[in-house]
């Protein structure tokens, strides 16, 4: 691995515990303007000096980031279907390995959707991303999505698409949590995140799926939708960190929460 493709790594794992927290900001890439990611920018101001990388696509990063905003960045470069298509698999590269070079970001990121109609595609897309990447050390994270087939969230489809990713040289797999997660890490060669997914019914639920990844191996988190359609954004976010890098229990965890949200409660009811 050249020292480049090093160096950007290591801005993604910055505190010292080998883990990682991305806030995960790329839904409108498909999703359009998903619920409380209406106003990127209002939503991803506050949040971005807690997450070690934010996870977004160009558009929002050129319109909704200041260009000296210091977290490292996760360009979404994969694109090319909406949530009104049945099939959203149909994807390909939206912006080449210049932009990304030119936009200083710290890795790219694309989906792959294995077991779809566009499976081959997709795949195809990683291997040239991995070529182009290692040319001029940028790492690559394949996504495993599973898009709207929910029911292949098993640790069979989740493990067969995680070792895909890495087999074809994927730098950084991010996927879903899962029952027998242990699996999915144990046969991934390369660090994994997990996404969490849509919003929890709680904050209390996404924690602990955070601990359980965490504990089973993961080396970190890229979450959005349970961060930012929090009541508590930055506290949530907060609390994700003790688990991540402190290794910090659940209700450790909540403790965390509930102080940082007292403490902003406080704040908004004194000015
Ligand atoms: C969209 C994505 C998201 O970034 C990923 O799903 C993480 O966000 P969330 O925690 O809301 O699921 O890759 O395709």
């Not at 209406?38 to 990063?61: F, M, Q």
């Not at 081959?120 to 291997?127: E, G």
């Not at 898009?147 to 950084?172: F, I, N, P, Q």
Request: hydrophobic share 45%; charged share 20%; aromatic share 4%.
């Amino acid at each position: 691995m050249s020292w480049g493709l090093q160096n950007r790594i290591s801005r993604m794992f910055p505190t010292g515990s080998g883990h990682t927290v991305m806030l995960a900001v790329d839904h409108g890439y498909f999703m359009g303007p998903t619920r409380r990611l209406e106003n990127a920018r209002n939503t991803i101001a506050p949040l971005a000096p807690y997450a070690d990388a934010l996870a977004l696509t160009r558009g929002i990063l050129r319109t909704s980031v200041p260009a000296d905003c210091p977290t490292p960045i996760v360009l979404r470069v994969s694109g090319g279907a909406t949530i009104l298509q049945e099939d959203l698999s149909d994807e390909t590269i939206t912006t080449p390995m210049a932009e990304a070079l030119r936009l200083n970001v710290s890795a790219v990121a694309l989906s792959v959707f294995v077991g779809s109609p566009h499976e081959h595609q997709t795949l195809a897309s990683l291997a040239d991303l991995v070529s182009d990447g290692e040319e001029v050390g940028m790492p690559v994270m394949a996504i495993t999505a599973v898009g709207k087939e929910l029911e292949k969230r098993d640790a069979r489809y989740l493990s067969l698409a995680c070792r895909v990713s890495a087999e074809l040289g994927a730098h950084l797999v991010k996927t879903y949590y899962c029952d027998g997660f242990e699996k999915v890490v144990e046969a991934c060669p390369v660090p994994l995140v997990v996404a969490g997914g849509p919003k929890l019914e709680n904050d209390r639920q996404a924690l602990e799926l955070a601990y359980s990844a965490i504990s089973l191996g993961a080396k970190g988190i890229d979450m959005g939708r349970n961060i930012w359609q929090s009541d508590h954004p930055v506290a949530m976010l907060k609390a994700l960190r003790a688990i991540v890098h402190e290794k910090a229990s659940v209700d450790d965890a909540l403790d965390v929460l509930n102080g940082e949200k007292n403490r902003r409660l406080a704040r908004a009811a004194a000015t």
